[in-house]
């Protein structure tokens, strides 16, 4: 199998290399792009970056990080490159990017998603879908590259990783190899802080008055509670789960809105319950759009008038109250 150290010494050949990654660059990806582009820029190859388009909270981890990725300016380039793929299942998933591959005289690809290699037509790919994120992959094999990586982007990677296995639930033995040798060399607490968004003040707020608000049911034990905003249905449902609740009814929206979110705590998803079966029959019966998953469903309906949805907002919590109630007594009890 061709090695990363084989493609940079092509790339150190040509002089030229551009790293891209999937659209909507997740930390991920950014990470791992940040990487190779740090690799091969040690090796004194000119370094550029195409990113279809960057996440939110990736711009938010690279500014305060300082990291700068510089973008290629001309595409499609004006010399001869190499291009090395990160933390991409498929070429469409390039965006704007992809256009790229066609000209590249030699391709890497390093990634973690179930795909068939033979999409990138090259030797040179590293796809491990045993591995929980491409930072992984990334870091692995850079470590036969390199001993040590400068503070920021040790911290970007560590980053990366937390995003990508969802702060190491999901995780392989090669995460915590790499960990081992990213965190020393990084700032850990700063990696993992950096990916906290606090909600915004009127998200807190609707959290805050829909917990005050709640009603409590216990049904054999089981607690469900109910409440009504009028934003941020789904963020009020899973903090109601989040603080005890097996059950969550958030019914809102306003003006002519009529919303309802609908969550359930994992013991009880466990037991088999399937509140998109629920949420889908009151759709069928009063109209409206309804459906989801067994422990995460919403509702949506458009009213006449901001009276007529007033009306369908109480409806629409006495019928989820008493279905919800109903098929925990039929089932569970
Ligand atoms: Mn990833």
């Known amino acids: 199998m061709a090695s990363l150290n084989e493609f940079l010494n092509l790339s150190a050949k040509i002089g030229r290399i551009i790293v891209t990654a999937h659209v909507?660059?997740?930390?991920?990806?950014?990470?791992?792009?940040a990487l190779i582009g740090y690799l091969a820029s040690q090796k004194g190859i000119e370094v550029e970056y195409c990113f279809d388009s960057v996440s939110a909270l990736s711009k938010k981890v690279l500014s305060n990080l300082e990291i700068k990725l510089p973008l290629a300016s001309n595409i499609p380039p004006d010399k001869p490159y190499l291009i090395a793929v990160c933390d991409t299942a498929a070429p469409q998933l390039l965006g704007k990017c992809e256009k790229l591959l066609e000209d590249a005289k030699e391709i890497?690809?390093?990634?973690?998603?179930?795909?068939?290699?033979?999409v990138w037509h090259t030797k040179f790919a590293f796809i491990e879908p045993e591995e929980p994120a491409a930072s992984v992959v990334t870091a692995y094999h850079a470590k036969s590259v390199i001993d040590r990586l400068p503070n920021q982007l040790a911290t970007l990677?560590?980053?990366?990783?937390?995003?990508?296995?969802?702060?190491?639930?999901?995780?392989?033995?090669?995460?915590?190899?790499?960990?081992?040798?990213?965190?020393?060399?990084?700032?850990?607490?700063?990696?993992?802080?950096?990916?906290?968004?606090?909600?915004?003040?009127?998200e807190?707020?609707?959290?805050?008055?829909?917990?005050?608000?709640?009603?409590?049911?216990?049904?054999?034990?089981y607690i469900v509670a109910v409440?009504?905003?009028?934003?941020?249905?789904?963020?009020?449902?899973r903090a109601l789960v989040g603080l005890g609740a097996d059950i969550a009814i958030v019914v809102g929206g306003s003006g002519v809105e009529v919303r309802a979110s609908l969550r359930a705590s994992r013991g009880l998803l466990e037991k088999g319950l399937s509140l998109d079966v629920i949420i889908k029959e009151i759709?069928?019966?009063?109209?409206?759009?309804?459906?989801?998953?067994?422990?995460?469903a919403g509702y949506n309906y458009r009213e006449r008038n901001k009276k007529a949805a007033r009306k369908t907002r109480s409806k629409v919590t006495r019928l989820l109250l008493v279905e919800t109630v109903e098929s925990i007594l039929s089932s569970l009890c």
Not at 108 to 118: F, K, N, T, Y
Not at 204 to 221: E, F, M, Q, S
Not at 288 to 293: A, E, I, S
Request: some cysteine; charged content about 20%; aromatic content about 8%.
């Open 283 to 296: 759709a069928e019966k009063i109209g409206g759009t309804g459906g989801g998953h067994p422990g995460a």
């Open 108 to 118: 890497l690809v390093i990634d973690h998603h179930a795909v068939r290699e033979a």
């Open 157 to 202: 990677l560590m980053s990366g990783i937390l995003y990508d296995t969802r702060r190491f639930l999901e995780a392989s033995p090669k995460t915590f190899h790499v960990m081992e040798w990213l965190y020393p060399q990084g700032n850990y607490t700063l990696a993992y802080s950096l990916l906290s968004e606090q909600p915004s003040r009127s």
């Open 24 to 33: 909507n660059a997740d930390p991920d990806a950014v990470a791992s792009a």
């Open 204 to 221: 807190r707020i609707a959290k805050l008055k829909g917990v005050t608000r709640a009603v409590l049911l216990d049904v054999c034990g």
């Open 227 to 237: 409440t009504q905003v009028s934003a941020y249905e789904a963020a009020v449902a």
